[in-house]
């Protein structure tokens, strides 16, 4: 008389375990003080740690601002680019006067609402065998 | 003498159901009649019921408008923003005179282009425990 | 006395491979040579063509620029509206006087910089059933 052997799922998983690929996802949330107006914040590094966490191998990371003012964006850490940046951003929509802008009623951030549109609110990137590119 | 029993797949597969992460993919268009040439509309709602009809609890949805002189963006839903965004991309991206743009042969749109640009094709959104964040 | 089958792995797998999406990616990296400081270059052919060579159905693909001078998007290949983006876009963020850019020493970009940002780094498309939208 036979029977099913003990543990029947374990072996057949493990076996075909190269077939399958089993999907994970892995959230997490960064915090920030800022505490100027405006900042350029470099994140790679809390970026690269949440990969590491996640033990994702391969797949899409998606790091996207939570703020309507604050942008999630790819490019050089130099700060002269981010002068230029800021003083563009200025000239494109400027803080002031505070007034030009319908949103200002009790707030001043309009320009922001603006300029964070030019930046973008996300960026989706590759991870390939684990080095995000 | 033993045999399989009736439907080892079926329990296999149950029984290691948060082992195995079963994905799943959904999709909707959204058709929405514009009665101005600019308009800012709303779609959140129809976003989160997207959501539930998908059975989705944790991955990534893409929104992204199929025109591609339309945007899908993420911000304030406040009539002083909206006016805001559309006299700012106005002065950005002037859609007059409509002989300034090469594009505009038998068309008037290309203003249309470029403001689409600045706002963004779509956007991509962390799903949690089937809520957007 | 009765064994197990000789190839249950086989056999389950194969029965429930419709409530088995198993998930695959792809990735691959397309190079240009681009002999203009400015150019617009129709990729839709190339993007196809990974699509076929990746087997995916449905899904995701993200098309990302990975120089941050460069921009990925989706709009008109029109000739008439290229002329109109390169001309909006040194307009808004024009090239000279370089000296105007903290950037620019030992370099002569800043300007591609800031362009980029308002074009975009990169576009996330659905697949469906094997044709991308």
């Not at 075909?16 to 959230?27: Q, T, W």
């Not at 000239?91 to 009623?105: C, D, E, I, T």
Request: with cysteine; net charge negative.
């Amino acid at each position: 008389m036979g029977r099913l052997p003990p543990t029947p799922a374990t072996i057949i998983l493990s076996f075909r375990f190269d077939f399958l690929h089993i999907m994970k996802s892995y959230r997490k949330e960064l915090w920030f003080n800022v505490p100027t107006r405006v900042a350029f914040i470099n994140i790679t590094s809390q970026i690269d740690e949440c990969l590491d966490e996640s033990g994702v191998r391969e797949g899409l990371v998606l790091i996207n601002a939570m703020h309507i003012t604050a942008s999630v964006f790819i490019n050089d850490d130099e700060p002269g680019l981010h002068h230029d940046y800021d003083a563009w951003l200025e000239k494109l929509a400027p803080h002031a006067p505070v007034s030009q802008y319908r949103h200002n009623v009790g707030e001043d951030n309009a320009d922001a609402h603006l300029k964070r549109q030019i930046m973008g609110r996300e960026v989706v990137v590759a991870v390939t065998r684990s080095s995000s590119r």
